[in-house]
Nanobody, 124 residues
């Protein structure tokens, strides 16, 4: 159940980026999904999550108003559109199935395996 993330890269501060994740090996449509990120020297943190139907979405305070999470259950894909990028957004971003979508500070991955992630670098 290891997802594959893509879409990262080098972007100027204030720019936008769309991250994508393709999942396989589990019934994607019945799981809440989330984006996490980990900056060098820091712990991995929850960024945003979405419930199975896509109706409920949650965002961390650091990205609220600048990020939009979405999913396509027919394609087993999860996206994160980010805008007005800041230097503090620089990190490796991971997607994961989670137990339930709520406060992103407390979301818990369902599976032990993480993908390779996709790196976002923000230049000033």
């Amino acid at each position: 159940a290891r997802p594959v993330e893509s879409g990262g890269g080098l972007v100027q501060a204030g720019g936008s980026l769309r991250l994508s994740c393709t999942a396989s090996g589990f019934p994607f449509a019945i799981y809440s999904m989330a984006w996490f990120r980990q900056a060098p020297g820091k712990e991995r943190e929850g960024v945003s999550c979405i419930n199975p139907s896509g109706i409920t979405t949650m965002y961390g305070d650091s990205v609220k108003g600048r990020a939009t999470i979405s999913r396509d259950n027919a394609k087993n894909t999860l996206d994160l559109q980010m805008s007005s990028l800041k230097s503090e957004d620089a990190a490796t971003y991971y997607c994961a199935a989670i137990q339930s979508c709520g406060n992103v500070k407390f979301i818990v991955p369902t599976f032990a395996d993480w993908g390779q992630g996709t790196q976002v670098t923000v230049s000033s």
